[in-house]
């Protein structure tokens, strides 16, 4: 009887909930302040209420235009576009008198940052405040609250919004992820019924593959700050170093089972280079939201949860250059209401809390205003004071003119200082060519951002990470570094960085000849092979006139070619043009080592490739993939969805991928269909987890080690800890090469280092010659790994080949194409595809 009681109560409730669910923009507007009737509401320009529906971002922008238009207070900036095309903007708010002197505001603003700020008064300058909605377009509540947020800035009016206005200039992104954003919108909008549902199992709930997280290309975008490989994150990063602003807030969402979480996070898992005064400034801005949201009945929690390590997050980034990165975290009802341990959760709940505390932050904002303004003074005269004397950092690659570029790319994003090598410098066995190579002047004021991103830590104060541990840029460039003491063979400074340009071959009646090392030669060869030209690969080094050629050196005949000779070397002049990789002309086959016409030169095939996508595929793998292909190297890859994987015909496929995996995506059909295809010729590439299923289906014999953790003398409160540190969270190990497999051409050095975020420890082959890459003995080179780990995983290889039938398998324990910014093992999956049938 207690059941049914219970059970119609709950009816009855859900009734009422369903009928009563839309709210009004005065349950999110705070009424100490009136409203200008002539600024147009969310409503009057969209249709509907905020949280009535999931906001589209070409609403969104809309509505952003409108109040640009409406309000004298707010100029409007297009900063780009998204991959899908969609506006990158930025709304800038401030009192109308501010706008007519932003241009000195900001250098004002900016001149805290350098040797002459003791001189500048801070009493009458305005507070920078950047604030950003939505990095994960799933996580929608942060740019829904935009609108309420940014009504509020346009149409308040009183004393409280004019103090605010003019002591604050507020750069205000109202979507971090356009294209995420619209996606998730369209899932939630498009599943919505007029009586919400907020049963979790509802389909509402459960967004298709794979979700609106991510942007295009499925990357996580808040973990692009440092490396800045996205356009999305390119035009907020430009935005930040034009005003560094003294707070930077970033509006995500959680599980719909927490509450509501602010920064500062676990003290213990902040940066080492973080100042503790940083970590003051937030808990002091944290008691602003406390109170706010202690107002409005909204239960919290802050320093339990998350960190401030990785200088990848925009919660983090800021905390590195000078300012307060915020992270809120908002319980997530996922729809637009849905059952919670906190009760049901609605949007509009949602977006109220997220836009109180974005008030609360401008609240706290204008109170520490001369305080934020001293610690940003203070922040860069202490780090210049903390770099003098400490020399340089040069990194250059003769080989690859490339990486070099695009690591110099990311300095000149950040705004670091960096220069020409005046001439040659050998340090520590390494020999920096003049032309080939930078210098970084560590005497500069972004000495912690180059620390951060070029240190190797292997000490911390935590085992756990909320993100990676390591990400020594250098090492993910795979580029020759040192430090150096001295500064004397500092060159020109460069402010106008270009990409070096190839050398225009000469017409041959006999060869061309393309080195395998730089990282775009793999888009050359793709283009030669999709043209129909013949090309192969040299499986030994070699010399001609004067120049050595390494393994996987591309030799391209002018004989047999379904192009003239002349027409052979316009073709290749523009490949080399558009790929920026020298093609050489040579007139004879006879060589020093191995001639031209040696049976070491293997034929090359066109390729072919599909990946594997949808439900149990790892989006984030499979879209770095993607992005490789389709951005780098200009190559088709089909994806295919494993739902239809039946209905395809392989056969016109020379490769297939399949990304790390989660659950049991392979059935036993298409098992057996993927074996048949590889059995018939084809190359299959298998990453991480797909190992496991490689495995257990008999496609290929590989043994994992694993021992087994045992909690000693470990409480129940510790269990989760414990859990925690046996992870790999993502650090950086060595590897020694065999140069001579097809799977390290283009490889220079007998050592590569590599990015792991698995416990996948693979044994070696008994054959040496089988083991073409392998963990050294001692392997860890930056990041943090448990003792029992780095035990079991030296002398284990990450890449494993076999064969079966008249096909090869090749597989890959952990990510070769990590976020995009690991340009350094790309290559890895290119020679895969070019050589693996070679192997």
């Not at 377009?137 to 609250?145: D, F, I, K, L, M």
């Not at 902040?270 to 109170?291: M, R």
């Not at 080179?781 to 079966?804: M, R």
């Amino acid at each position: 009887m207690r059941k049914q009681l219970y059970l119609l109560f709950f009816i009855c409730s859900f009734t009422v909930f369903s009928q009563e669910n839309t709210v009004d923009l005065n349950y999110y507007l705070p009424q100490d302040v009136t409203y200008n009737p002539n600024i147009p509401t969310p409503k009057s320009s969209l249709g509907f209420e905020v949280g009535e529906w999931h906001v589209t971002h070409d609403k969104l922008v809309t509505y952003m235009q409108t109040l640009a238009n409406a309000s004298d207070r707010i100029t409007l900036e297009n900063r780009g576009v998204t991959f899908e095309g969609r506006p990158l903007l930025l709304l800038t708010i401030t009192a109308p008198k501010n706008h007519n002197n932003l241009e000195s505001i900001r250098k004002n603003h900016l001149a805290l940052t350098e040797n002459t700020s003791s001189a500048l008064s801070t009493n009458n300058m305005p507070v920078v405040v950047y604030q950003g909605f939505s990095i994960h377009g799933n996580e929608p509540s942060g740019s829904n609250a935009a609108l309420a947020v940014a009504y509020y800035l346009a149409a308040a009016q009183g004393p409280k919004i004019d103090e605010l206005l003019n002591n604050t200039v507020l750069l205000f992104d109202p979507c971090f992820n356009p294209d995420g954003l619209q996606r998730f919108a369209y899932w939630a909008n498009t599943n919505k019924s007029k009586n919400t549902n907020p049963d979790p199992n509802d389909r509402e709930f459960d967004e298709v593959w794979p979700g609106g997280r991510t942007n295009h290309y499925w990357f996580d975008m808040n973990r692009d700050w440092l490396p800045v490989q996205l356009p999305e994150s390119r035009a907020r990063i430009e935005s930040f170093h034009k005003w560094y602003p003294n707070i930077l807030t970033d509006h995500h969402e959680m599980g719909t089972n927490s509450s509501f979480f602010f920064q500062p996070g676990i003290p213990s898992r902040t940066h080492p280079l973080t100042p503790l005064k940083n970590q003051e400034l937030t808990a002091e801005i944290g008691t602003f939201h406390a109170k706010a949201l202690d107002k409005i009945g909204s239960l919290y929690y802050s320093e339990e949860d998350y960190d401030d390590f990785y200088y990848g997050k925009g919660s983090t980034f800021p905390d590195a250059n000078g300012s307060i990165g915020i992270l809120f975290e908002q319980a997530s009802s996922r729809g637009h209401a849905q059952e919670s341990d906190n009760g049901i959760i609605t949007f509009p709940f949602t977006i109220r809390n997220q836009f109180t505390t974005a008030l609360s932050t401008l609240e706290a904002a204008v109170a520490m205003r001369t305080k934020l303004l001293k610690y940003q003074r203070q922040f860069f005269a202490d780090t210049r004071k903390e770099a003098s004397g400490k020399g340089a950092i040069i990194f250059g690659d003769e080989k690859d003119a490339s990486k070099v570029y695009h690591l110099a790319e990311i300095l000149q994003r950040h705004q670091i200082t960096f220069h020409e090598l005046a001439s040659d410098v050998s340090e520590n066995g390494t020999t920096f060519k003049k032309g080939h190579s930078y210098i970084i002047p560590k005497q500069q004021k972004h000495y912690k951002l180059i620390e951060a991103m070029f240190e190797k830590r292997t000490k911390f104060r935590d085992s756990l990470f909320y993100d990676i541990s390591a990400w020594t840029f250098p090492l993910a460039f795979n580029l020759p570094y040192t430090e150096t003491a001295s500064t004397n063979k500092i060159g020109a400074k460069v402010t106008d960085l270009q990409p070096k340009k190839p050398a225009t071959s000469a017409l041959s009646n006999y060869a061309y000849l393309l080195e395998w090392q730089d990282y775009y030669a793999p888009k050359a060869l793709n283009e030669i092979l999709q043209k129909g030209l013949r090309a192969k690969v040299g499986m030994t080094p070699f010399s001609t006139a004067n120049k050595t050629y390494d393994y996987g050196t591309i030799l391209i005949p002018v004989q047999n070619q379904n192009l003239s000779a002349a027409q052979l070397h316009t073709f290749l002049s523009e490949v080399s043009k558009k790929s920026n990789v020298t093609i050489t002309a040579v007139n004879t086959g006879l060589n020093k080592g191995i001639d031209l016409g040696s049976r070491d030169f293997e034929a090359l095939n066109r390729p072919s490739v599909a990946m594997l996508v949808g439900e149990g595929i790892n989006s984030y793998d499979a879209g770095e993939i993607w992005h490789v292909f389709d951005q780098r190297y200009d190559m088709l890859l089909t994806k295919l969805d494993l739902k239809n994987l039946s209905r395809v015909d392989l056969s016109r496929y020379t490769d297939i991928i399949v990304p790390s995996t989660w659950g049991n995506p392979l059935g036993k059909a298409d098992t057996e269909k993927l074996k048949e295809w590889t059995q018939n010729g084809g190359t299959l590439i298998a990453y991480k987890n797909a190992g496991r299923w490689l495995k257990n289906n008999g496609l290929m014999p590989l043994e994992f080690t694993k021992d087994k953790d045992t909690a000693k003398n470990i409480s129940f409160e510790q269990r989760s800890n414990f859990s925690g540190a046996q992870r790999i969270g993502g650090a950086i190990f060595n590897t020694r090469l065999d140069r001579s497999h097809p799977i390290t051409f283009g490889y220079t050095s007998n050592h590569l280092p590599v990015f792991r975020n698995t416990t996948l420890f693979v044994t070696p082959d008994e054959n040496s010659y089988n083991n073409p890459i392998q963990y050294t003995e001692n392997p860890l080179l930056a990041g943090y790994i448990s003792n029992k780990n780095l035990a079991q995983l030296k002398n284990t290889v990450p890449f494993k080949k076999s064969n079966l039938g008249r096909g090869e398998i090749l597989y890959f324990t952990d990510n070769t194409n990590f976020r995009a910014f690991w340009y350094g093992t790309n290559k890895l999956l290119m020679n895969a595809i070019f050589f693996g049938d070679i192997m």
